[in-house]
């Protein structure tokens, strides 16, 4: 038996609080080996378990480099994450992974990237932006584009405020309904993409969110001459082994636990377009 189906325990050493219902919770594997041969990809998730109720998949927002702590941004909407919401420093809880696959970093080597994320999507991406922004000479420039309903739904101002005074770094924030002093975009995210300044050719796009938006993010892009096969997506489903057993991920021949959670636009671009599969 391996840490795919084992939990490993993890002991919380912080918790931060995002916003009213989304928190962080920063974890330590409690055993010094597994801690230090633990292993992320940016992209990749573990499945979070809170003894006596159940598991959830979280996405990793730590930096991949030298995991000895594991962030986890969580919104508090089910019983296991409410559960979650609960814990304090000291608190011990099951970890099992990295599972999945992750975003394709190498391939957009010497590539813009433009990451597009909606809502608590902006989790999934934030170690592709510190593994960029920590191997800056290999990539080109770098739009950071995030998008939410309500202007109290932004968290990491702090985070989107700095990465926006690093060099050839571009953040773009837009918010559907506007509130006091947001000084950012109001309207669509997709409405700022005309100050994104993508040079189809050579971008690579990594985008996570809303399927709605991805949707209007995809035919965006696309209709500016960007090539299909160079936008990437993070699909959320129900991940409940994560290992490809259980069934409640699959997505056409695929299974979103391992075949995913990143796949690149074609691959499934037909299943993609129809309603609520």
Known sequence: ???????????VIGRTEESPTIFTLRLRLTDERQRHD???????FNMVYLYGVGEVPISIVSD????TVLDHTIRAVGRVTNGLAQLKAGDRIGLRGPYGRGW???????HDVLVVTGGLGCAPVVAVINYILMRREKFGRLTIIQGVKHVEELIWRERYAYWGTLPNTHV????????????WHVGLVTEVFDDAEVVPDCT???MCGPE?????GIANLTARGLPEARIYLSMERSMQCAVGHCGHCQYGPDFVCKDGPVFSYPQVKDLFKTRGF
Do not use: I, N
């Not at 038996?1 to 002991?11: N, Q």
């Open 104 to 110: 394709p970093l190498r391939e957009a080597e010497g």
């Open 64 to 67: 991949p480099h030298g995991p």
């Open 38 to 44: 633990y292993r992320f990809a940016p992209g990749q």
């Open 172 to 183: 773009l924030l837009a918010s559907d309904h506007s509130g006091p002093l947001w000084p």
């Open 204 to 206: 690579t796009v990594m």
């Open 1 to 11: 038996m391996t840490r795919e189906v084992l939990p490993m325990e993890a002991e």
């Open 212 to 216: 709605g938006m991805m949707h209007a």
